[in-house]
């Protein structure tokens, strides 16, 4: 017989101390930790060597986001009480109820045997039916200019859509705040994440506490402040957070790190190290922007990098932009993604390092500078493809009254 793992939960202390003494004498069974708050318990269940969790009582830091986090590792969790709202808090958190006189041996046994259980859904004021769709940015290593794409591609969806939001979801550090020249302190993805797993956040609460990047631009959730932040953001808020904003935007950009590939962590917590955040963004989303730099550094960084979509299992939704391309060289690059990938890049955006500057400079996207740039209508294009409807352009759309 395998060693039984479990923690014990206070919430009765005197119940909890008079039980983790009888379970101390059972064979087969260890006791980990005798947890009396919510970050033992979550820095145990992360840590991946649990078979259960025993809550003596229901103690009020037992929350969703532990409940969740302990059904998708496959930890049982069994709560002991007689308090009728008591057990059907611990029910709606997916726990197997026993009565609070029930004997070591029936625990252990029950710890062993329970299916384990998610948390049943909760009438919350958090939206969760899809309203729109999310657009994750990607690109590998060696600066393709996955980030200011990111902020022109949002842009150019909020010219014409107003609920769109741009996310800041670089782990090693995002710029979007510093390319839109915003200097003010805002709420970040671990303010949004915090709130999203605690069900206290919808669109409107979003847009109050955000601002918007210029008077037309997407409403704008930085990154995290400083890059060793990144654990301060959990799996299950992000993955909230995500729902959220696909609940409440019609468009969602994410602007996602660099790495995809599943990292360990020395972060209790983080199942896939640092590079969960851009995962689970890629997942997540409707739809993929991969973008290559386009340069022959640049496009093998892209070429190796993208079979990391493809272990996500992202093939099919994935559109590719060339970023940095002389138009002589569009043609070629189009061939050799079409021989390598099976798929040409919808968009090419030219190497203009100047307009780009000048935007920098201004704190403002390419688009607002120069309206009919080269950029900007690569970038038109793009949205176009994603499911924007992008008003015509020219003497017919003037007249049609369409023009923009």
């Known amino acids: ?13 005197e119940a909890e101390a008079l039980l983790a003494g009888h379970l101390g004498d059972q064979r087969g069974l260890d006791l980990v930790l005798r947890c009396v708050d919510r970050v033992e318990l979550l820095a145990t269940i992360r840590g991946g060597s649990l078979d259960a969790i025993v809550s003596v009582g229901a103690p009020p830091w037992l929350d969703r986001q532990s409940a969740h986090e302990a059904a998708d590792g496959g930890i049982r969790l069994v709560g002991l009480s007689d308090d009728s709202l008591e057990t059907e808090r611990l029910e709606q958190l997916g726990a197997a109820i026993l009565p609070s006189d029930a004997s070591p041996a029936t625990i ?10 998610s948390p049943a859904p909760l009438s919350s004021t958090q939206p969760s039916q899809p309203k729109g769709k999310i657009i994750a940015v990607w690109g590998p290593k060696g600066a393709p200019g996955r980030t200011t794409l990111a902020v022109e591609l949002a842009a150019e969806l909020a010219s014409i859509e107003p609920e769109t939001l741009l996310i800041d979801g670089d782990p090693y550090g995002g710029d979007c705040l510093q390319i839109f020249g915003v200097i003010e302190e805002l709420p970040t993805i671990v303010w949004a994440a915090r709130m999203a797993a605690k069900e206290e956040l ?28 990144w654990p301060e953001v959990s799996d299950y808020g ?14 969602t950009v994410c602007d996602v790190g660099f790495c995809l590939e599943p990292a360990d962590s020395s972060f209790p917590g983080a199942g896939e190290g ?4 851009a995962r689970a963004a890629v997942r997540e989303a409707e739809r993929v922007v991969a973008v290559c730099r386009g340069d022959a550094i640049g496009v093998k960084n892209f070429l190796w990098g993208f079979e990391q979509l493809r272990e ?3 093939d099919e939704d994935v559109v590719i932009i060339a970023n940095r391309v002389r138009s002589s060289e569009q043609r070629a690059l189009g061939d050799l993604f ?19 500057a000048h935007a ?4 403002v996207p390419v688009r607002e500078m120069k309206r009919g740039s080269d950029v900007t209508v690569g970038i038109r294009g793009l949205a176009a493809s994603l499911g924007a409807r992008i008003p015509g352009t020219g003497m017919m759309a003037r007249f049609a009254g369409t023009s923009p």
């Open 360 to 363: 920098l400079q201004a704190g």
């Open 202 to 229: 919808d669109g409107a609460r979003l847009a109050l506490d955000l601002r918007r990047a210029g008077r037309s631009g997407p409403v704008l959730l930085p990154g995290l402040p400083r890059s060793e932040m």
């Open 108 to 117: 252990v046994e029950t710890c062993r045997d329970v299916v384990p259980g």
């Open 274 to 277: 640092r590079n969960r955040i």
């Open 338 to 356: 079409r021989r390598h990938l099976g798929k040409r890049p919808i968009a090419y955006i030219p190497d203009v390092p100047t307009e780009f």
């Open 1 to 13: 017989m395998t060693t039984l793992r479990i923690v014990t939960l206070a919430g009765d202390p």
């Open 312 to 314: 996500l299992g992202r």
């Open 238 to 251: 992000w993955r909230q957070l995500l729902s959220v904003a696909r609940a409440s935007f019609r468009f």
